[in-house]
Nanobody, 125 residues
């Protein structure tokens, strides 16, 4: 069992940057594959990025590759998403997610067992 809390959302201008954080409970954080997803009203949750147990393996959606960076600090039970060169189409609620079911950085939301409550990102033109 793990509980996840996102923070760092807000309003930024196009071209700006934000860093999202996800704090996880428990003492077995390093055993979870972690991911970031995003969602707009009436739309399916969209994969953004995922990171493996050690942080060396990562996976990014094509839409954010080269702009976003996922990272983790296992000793602090923390997951991060650095977002640069933000675009209006990045506007969404961003969720962190965790799973012990898989050991690879899968993109499917169906693979993830635990979800945070989300944090809003709004990018203005």
């Amino acid at each position: 069992q793990v509980q996840l809390v996102e923070s760092g959302g807000g309003l930024v201008q196009a071209g700006g940057s934000l860093r999202l954080s996800c704090a996880a409970s428990g003492r077995t954080f390093s055993s979870y594959v972690m991911g970031w997803f995003r969602q707009t009203p009436g739309k399916e949750r969209e994969f953004v990025a995922a990171i493996g147990w050690t942080g060396l393996s990562t996976n990014y959606a094509d839409s954010v590759k080269g702009r976003f960076t996922i990272s983790r600090v296992n000793a602090e039970n923390m997951l991060f998403l650095q977002m640069n060169s933000l675009k209006p189409e990045d506007t969404a609620i961003y969720y962190c997610a965790a799973t012990q079911v898989v050991s690879t950085t899968v993109a499917s939301e169906r693979a993830y067992d635990y979800w945070g409550q989300g944090t809003q990102i709004t990018v203005s033109s």
